[in-house]
Nanobody, 115 residues
Framework: QVQLVESGGGLVQPGGSLRLSCAAS????????VGWYRQAPGKQRELVIL???????NYADSVKGRFTISRDDANDTLYLQMNSLKPEDTAVYYC?????????WGQGTKVTVSS
């Protein structure tokens, strides 16, 4: 069973930055894809960024140029650097890894962008 633990969420002003972390219980190199999703209040969960072994990196249009995904394979940790944050980025952010047809999710970390 894969366990994912996110951290780094919080309250930030518009225009600010946050870095989210996701610590995995297994080697992140073993997964077919790793990434981040988010769910805003009253909305469906949506893709933010996905890094796939097979198709490369897929970004939501709304975060291109502002958000960056990175990984520390030695420590099995995934990061999401979020810059120029907007109120519409307010959501619970979830770490996701995929192995074949199976998705694994973290518990989520809340990000609130507000003045």
């Amino acid at each position: 069973q894969v366990q994912l633990v996110e951290s780094g969420g919080g309250l930030v002003q518009p225009g600010g930055s946050l870095r989210l972390s996701c610590a995995a219980s297994g080697s992140i190199r073993s997964f077919d894809a790793v990434g981040w999703y988010r769910q805003a209040p009253g909305k469906q969960r949506e893709l933010v960024i996905l890094l796939s072994k097979f198709i490369g990196t897929n970004y939501a249009d709304s975060v291109k140029g502002r958000f960056t995904i990175s990984r520390d394979d030695a420590n099995d940790t995934l990061y999401l650097q979020m810059n120029s944050l907007k109120p519409e980025d307010t959501a619970v952010y979830y770490c996701n890894v995929k192995r074949g047809q199976i998705d694994y999710w973290g518990q989520g970390t809340k990000v609130t962008v507000s003045s």
